[in-house]
């Protein structure tokens, strides 16, 4: 069983700055890709940012140069620094992860997702 848990969330006036972390724990024999979603309109989910194990990284464009992904794998540990924030930016952010666990398989994993509120 792999468990994702999220922290960072919370209420930030525009323009502010927040830092979400998510920990991987569980059985796990690789953690690959990470990321972070939220809800889109019109899709349950999309893409914010991703980062692969070797440190390569994805944004979205709404985010592109505002939001900056890392991650530390010897503690399969995935950060999301958010600055400049905007009321838009206001969702629930998921974590995600691509983890082969014991039994040798590949899944996709999300954890319970952390608000992240922008208004003044």
Known sequence: ????V????????PG???RLSCAASGRMLSLYDMGWDRPV???????VAAITKG???????????RFTITRDNAKNTVYLQ???????DTAVYYCNAQVVGSDYILRD????GT??????
Do not use: F, H, I
């Open 1 to 4: 069983q792999v468990q994702l």
């Open 6 to 13: 999220e922290s960072g969330g919370g209420l930030v006036q």
């Open 16 to 18: 502010g700055s927040l």
């Open 41 to 47: 309109p019109g899709k349950q989910r999309a893409l």
């Open 55 to 65: 440190g390569s990284t994805n944004y979205a464009d709404s985010v592109e140069g």
């Open 82 to 88: 958010m600055n400049t924030l905007l009321p838009e």
């Open 109 to 112: 994993y999300w954890g319970p």
């Open 115 to 120: 608000q992240v509120t922008v208004s003044s």
